[in-house]
């Protein structure tokens, strides 16, 4: 009976610790970085304090500031954002039936 207990309270354990790692689809998150310009895939690059890259895929249509501009590369902003999964597709534009799980930026501020 012990030894049923010990497995059981291992096995908790183990799922409350993976539980937390997941990020789930939709959950809103907010990063403070720089931003790098585009990628060659054209994903947002921003680089946060510890040096750590974060690329996003699109930016929420609501957002005033236009990424597009070079004069913003270098500045420091505040920002919200999500994943979602996209479809993907081929070079003739055709769907293969797998998806995607990307970053999009919700909100961002400028920070002085």
């Known amino acids: 009976m012990k030894t049923l207990y010990t497995a059981a309270l291992v096995l908790f354990t ?11 689809i939709n ?8 931003f790098k310009g585009l990628t060659t ?4 690059k921003f680089v ?7 690329l996003f895929y699109d930016v929420d249509q609501e957002v005033e500031i236009g990424l597009d501009d070079e004069s913003l590369i270098g500045k420091k902003f ?3 954002w999500k994943t979602k ?14 998806k995607l ?9 400028a920070v002085k």
């Open 48 to 54: 946060d304090d510890k040096k750590e890259e974060h």
């Open 78 to 80: 505040t920002l919200t």
């Open 14 to 24: 183990l799922i409350s610790f993976s539980a937390k790692k997941a990020t789930p």
């Open 101 to 109: 799980t990307v970053k999009t930026i919700l909100t961002i501020v």
């Open 85 to 98: 999964e996209i479809d993907v597709y081929d070079n003739n534009g055709d769907e293969i039936g797998e």
């Open 27 to 34: 959950q809103e998150n907010k990063l403070t970085a720089i």
């Open 41 to 44: 895939n054209d994903y947002y």
